[in-house]
């Protein structure tokens, strides 16, 4: 008589019953664990910097961006004024900076406050929208900065060329 001997999947298939692991995945769960721990320290590390407020110091530049468009002409009055723009939106909660733009049409001069700035998703900041709205120079200065961007601050229109500011 003729012993038989195990086949080798009868041998795979004891040697996994036993609690063996298949070839290699003991090389690649110390890894795995070691960036997913990396990564649940970076990740909330990453966005505690990044949405955390930080205040900006002083700043000076020489000069406004934004292109005089419309010349101002030249009359007896020059018009300044101030403006809480609140980010944007008005007592019914609608940010509309259309409508703030027509409130400071005919000012030469403006100073805003409470201005958005820019995030990373976007590039512009309402200074320079309200400047391209109004065709005048126009400044951001931001006083918070939140992930690596000036996100809200003050701003200045004006018609007038500005040669230096502070």
Known sequence: MIATAKTPSKLMLSASAKGASPIGATKRA????????MLAIT?????????????????EGAALEGAIITPRKPTS??????????AGKG???????????????????????????SCP????????????????QWLFAPTESRWWHGSFGNGLLTRLPALYWE
């Open 30 to 37: 110390p890894w795995l664990r070691a960036a997913l721990m």
């Open 121 to 136: 998703w976007q590039d512009w900041n309402q200074s320079q929208q309200l400047g391209g709205a109004l065709d005048c």
């Open 43 to 59: 990740v909330p590390a990453v966005y505690w910097a990044g949405e955390r407020r930080v205040p900006t110091g002083g700043a």
């Open 77 to 86: 009055r020059f018009r300044v004024g101030s403006f809480n723009i609140h």
């Open 91 to 117: 007592l019914d909660r609608r940010r509309d900076l259309a409508r703030i733009a027509e409130c400071l049409r005919g000012v030469d001069l403006v100073a805003l406050n409470e201005v958005a700035g």
